[in-house]
């Protein structure tokens, strides 16, 4: 079956960076749009960066100029480059999978807590 293992959370000062690693198991990687997510506490789950299966990036505004999203089609592996943190970036992040054609994220995993000390 299909799995996504999400690693790379933790605790990082305001200013400071973190690289989340999402590894995919169990589904035609290529082929797939993966995606970052995040919820913090009290909030509804927001997007945060997507990485098509045909190359295209896309972003939330609030991480555009911060984050970067890039994958490993080799590794089955996406990746969030996460700069300049703030405190309004503490959630927990989840990546997730979606078929090229889908329009709703089929996959998700389970997510790792990024927390940002002020």
């Known amino acids: 079956q299909v799995q996504l293992v999400e690693s790379g959370g933790g605790l990082v000062q305001a200013g400071g960076s973190l690289r989340l690693s999402c590894a995919a198991s169990?589904?035609?990687?290529?082929?797939?749009?993966m995606g970052w997510f995040r919820q913090a506490p009290g909030k509804e789950r927001e997007f945060v960066a997507s990485f098509r299966w045909n190359g295209i990036t896309d972003y939330a505004d609030s991480v555009k100029g911060r984050f970067t999203i890039s994958r490993d089609n080799a590794k089955n592996t996406v990746h969030l480059q996460m700069n300049s943190l703030n405190a309004e970036d503490t959630a927990v992040y989840c990546c997730?999978?979606?078929?090229?054609?889908?329009?709703?994220?089929?996959?998700w995993g389970q997510g790792t807590q990024v927390t940002v000390s002020s």
């Open positions: 169990g589904l035609t990687f290529s082929s797939y749009t």
């Open positions: 997730a999978a979606k078929t090229r054609h889908a329009y709703e994220y089929d996959y």
